[in-house]
């Protein structure tokens, strides 16, 4: 009685809508995610995916991989993510917390969640560190990785790219020489060390 009031439409009649507006404006990226959600809504998948990969966010997308329990294409979405190099927002942004790290931090959930193979994970250790080759912290986190997995030969090759990257630190390559050494059975090797 006092005027109009806003009341959320049916993705029926919210598609149509969006359909006309992304016509007159079809650049409009936010359009396309505005769309891609009522897509979802009326269970329209195909749709979906379509308008996700419009709105050119690769996030966005693989959380709709991830909802839809495609856990390959997430992580196809992701490394897209962790490749690209990082925006001028993040110029000072530390390594950590930029979004390509995160999107490597994520991928080994996904793989962790879903029980994929080992390979999926040594591979993005490996973009991991192509994409970030002067952060210890990846290296380190792939050294315990291969040393849990029992895969102490890689561990070793990978301290020895670590020593070669990082010259000045004398004390990692020391500590997890050992950490092998000890892991493998060979307690007097581990003390030398």
């Known amino acids: ?10 993705p029926k009649e919210t598609r149509a809508e969006l359909s006309k507006l992304i016509a007159a404006s079809p650049t409009d990226k936010d359009l396309y995610a505005l769309r891609a959600r009522e897509d979802e809504l009326q269970l329209d998948f195909n749709a979906a995916e379509s308008d996700w990969k419009k709105a050119g966010s690769f996030t966005d997308l693989a959380d709709f991989y991830n909802r839809r ?11 897209t993510v962790g490749k690209s190099p990082a925006p001028a927002t993040e110029r000072l942004t530390p390594a950590n917390a930029q979004q390509s790290w995160k999107a490597f931090d994520r991928i080994l959930q996904v793989v962790h969640e879903q029980a994929l193979p080992d390979d999926v994970r040594v591979n993005t250790y490996r973009a991991w560190i192509a994409r970030y080759p002067n952060e210890p912290a990846v290296y380190k986190q792939f050294v ?17 790219d670590y020593r070669q990257a990082f010259p000045a630190d004398d004390t990692y390559p020391i500590q997890a020489a050992a950490n092998i050494a000890w892991k493998r059975g060979a307690l007097e090797d581990a003390i030398k060390i």
């Open 69 to 79: 329990l495609r856990p390959r294409d997430e992580i196809a979405a992701l490394e």
């Open 1 to 10: 009685p006092i005027g109009a009031i806003e009341v959320l439409r049916p």
């Open 144 to 160: 315990e990785y291969l040393v849990a997995t029992k895969q102490f030969d890689n561990a070793e090759k990978l301290i020895a």
